[in-house]
Each structure stands twice: as structure tokens, then as C-alpha cells.
């Protein structure tokens, strides 16, 4: 009889640059067994190879666009980067020995497991899944979502991860320790203390890559960064989300369409935070469907 295991293998996320035509601030997952994640899993030979490769990269020259997911796109004005090709292998290695200081373990791709899973047409991205202990005692754990965010202090300014939990508890990547409520998080975004954009004249710090002063091209605005936020909290909690209502009340339209029915699905479409009704659908329609029923009811359904 064959017989499968799950285990968990724990680790440290870190911001990564993907270079994929564009530039993409990432959520590397580096773990204690040397692989690391990055839009798909790595061992530390093919990690060296995708740098060496300029697939992850360490730096982003002046003028071109740096998208950062669930935030914008920012133009890199000016930077300064702390790491050659050759120092960012050795930090992240140096990373992994940290976590694993015996270095025992490491994962390594072999040619027989490569085979295997190119035959089966699967491929892993490892992607990290945040997490904090439930308790004082026992080892129970709590799974959480983080995304990236500016976090301002004075006249200094990181991108850091912001980090929501099934308990509904937040936490900010600065300053781990802490945790905060949604109502504290929402104060905090009305300070500036949290933002989705930043003054260009102001140097950014990019933990383990450098620092930066970008220009906005293109962001989330507050207001749909808290809806997103509080999406998060929801499905993390295991609570009916805008997402979940909308498709519902997208499907009672299609069996059912009349005016009420319409306005009902309208409020669920606006109530979804802007930025993310395009996951409403699937890769190729997107929210095109609702959009056509909302704002122009006269035009026919592809089929």
C-alpha cells in the first residue's frame, strides 16, 4: 500500500526581487532544509543559478518600474544596494545556516525527483505560509497572511510585511513582538504611520536588498487597503468574505436576472476591494462578466 507524510519545515521570509520582464518585490520563503521559495522552489544550487541568471536579482537600475504586490508599482528614482551577485548567495545561505547551524538535511533536487514531477506537469513554489505559536505552552500554531506595506517613522521609511492572523491579531515585520486590532492598524494608517505610498524625496529601506527613493506610479489607495485588510481577517477566520457574497450574488443574477437582483450584485461588486475583483473570475474572464452586467446590461454574454 503506498503511503504519503506532511511535515512542517520551518523557515524565514525575507523581501526577494523577481525579474520576470518586469521587476516584482517578492515574498521569498527560505527554510531550514536550504530550500527557498520565490515564485517556485529552489535548492541552494539552483537558487546560485537563478542569480547568477539574473532570475533573482539584487538590484534595479535607475528608471524602471518595481511592482509590489497588493500595493502598486513604484519608479526606482534613486538606490543604493548593499549586495553583488556573489554576497546575496552567501546572505541567503548565511540564512539558512541560522536556522539549521548543523546544516544537516538540506533538500537537493535530484535528476530521478525532477523527472518524476516534469512527467506530472507539477511544479512547487514552497510558498511561505506565515505563522505565530497559539499558545505558552505546546507547540500550536496560528496561520496567518502577510503583504507588503510602508511603515513611516519620522523621516524613515521600510517596506515591511503586515502580517493578519486567524485570531484576527495583526502584526508589523519592524516590530515583530507587537501585535495590534484591525481598529489599531486602521488609527495607524490614518497617522501615516502605515501608508500604501510614500514622500519620493524619502529614503526607503528594502530590508536585505538596501534602500531606495521611488516615485509612485500607480497604488491601492488607503481606503481599499483596509477593505483587502479586512477581507484577509475574514477568510482567515473562517467568515463569509465580499469575495464570497459576490460570487454568490453573481450566480443568483445568472439564474435569476432581474433589477433587484442586479443592485444586490452591484453592492457585492463594489464592496470587494478594487484591486483584487479580478480574481472575481477565472484568469481569462476575470470580472469582465460583472462588469458587462453592471454597467452595460445591454451587451450579450460571451459564451
Known sequence: MKVYVKKVIEGESIPGIIKNGEYYLAKFGIYE???VSCWERNDLEKLRKSIENERIVCEIPKGELLSVFQLGKFEVKQAE?????ESYY???????KNLNPEMKNIYTETPRIKEKWDKARVGFSDSPIDFKLAHKFGYFLTDGESNFIFYNQKEKSCITFLTVYAD????????PDKEFTFSQ??????KGILSTTVDENIWIEIEHLGKVKLSAYSTVSTEEKLKELEERMKKLANEPTAHDICIKAYHNYLEFPCEENREV???AYEAVPEHERCYLGDMDMRDTDYIRILYHPKSKREV
Open 185 to 190: 492598524v486602521e488609527e495607524m494608517f490614518q
Open 33 to 35: 532544509d536550504g530550500t
Open 90 to 96: 552567501k546572505h541567503i545561505l548565511e540564512i539558512v
Open 265 to 267: 450584485l452591484r453592492k
Open 81 to 85: 544596494w548593499k549586495y553583488s551577485k
Open 168 to 175: 484576527k491579531s495583526f502584526r508589523i515585520g519592524k516590530i
